[in-house]
């Protein structure tokens, strides 16, 4: 999916793109140890959790053209995915916004008696954020059970971490503000399972937040409006991938213990193209999302200045329809 939809960016069917090349492993290991009741705060590369719980291509595939179908309405630039109904609260651009938010959600869920954990995902550049230091001292000292998992690429954008911080990565911050954390092979599928699932439930147990640092490498470009090459070598990200890409440990283990072939392989790829372009071409077709939708979900009651609003919009729109066709 996300090798076709960056080749759609680059054709200009759609604005804006993000792969999670690299971090599969982060984003299914952890999503397989965690219920659909666990409410999900993400950033902008973990569409795999997402399509772990069941949104489906074509679910993608309309948020990305914003088509009518889209389940955000249009509002949200590309791959800002949000679902209602599989507890996968909508992605926000700006980086470290989402983990005070699911300390908050945590609470609730505590205060309610449920058995469930909040789950913050963000990169190791949301670590230099005012929001990170709040999110885990609020959660340590209300004792939120809540799960932070950073995915430690390399790159906060264009800056490697060794200009971020000086310390020992992410998790030795853990200990500072008085939570359990641990460091995960990141490129290991089974081992961020047994992470994450070990990690709710201590969270569970004891009221209290741990913090998860998963080790990866962002393979791809940070975003289509990115040039990664201008910051690090080629050689480098050739190197990396060779040695240490999730998708090459689990085809070999799985071959080893004879649990795939090589033409199961080629024949599931086969089938998820053709799979993605069918959803993607029905999601190009689908028409736009009306303009008035511009005004709805503001308010309960639409109020009278935004009434007017839509109004003297629909009357522009109708004066001159050569412009809005």
Partial sequence: MDGILLNAQRQGRISFYLTCRGEEAILMGAASALEVGDPVFAQYREQGVLMWRGFTLEQFTNQCFSNILDLGKGRQMPIHYGSRALNYHTVSSPLGTQLPHAVGAAYRLKLAGEHHVAVCFFGDGSTSTPDFHSALNFAATLNAPVIFLCRNNGYAISTPTSDQFAGDGVISRAPGYGMAGIRVDGNDIFAVHAAVREAKQYALSNNAPVLIEAMTYRQGHHSTSDDSSQYRSVDEVLV???????????????????????????????????????????????????????????????????QRQQAQLEAHVKKYPEKYA
């Fill in 240 to 306: 990396t991938t060779e040695n240490h890409d999730p998708l090459n440990r689990l085809e070999a283990f799985l071959k080893k213990y004879n649990l795939l072939s090589e033409e199961d392989v080629e024949d599931m790829q086969k089938q998820e193209r053709k799979d993605v372009v069918k959803a993607m071409e029905q999601a190009e077709r689908r028409p736009p999302v009306p303009m008035r939708e511009l005004f709805t979900d503001v308010y309960h009651e639409m109020p009278l200045h935004l």
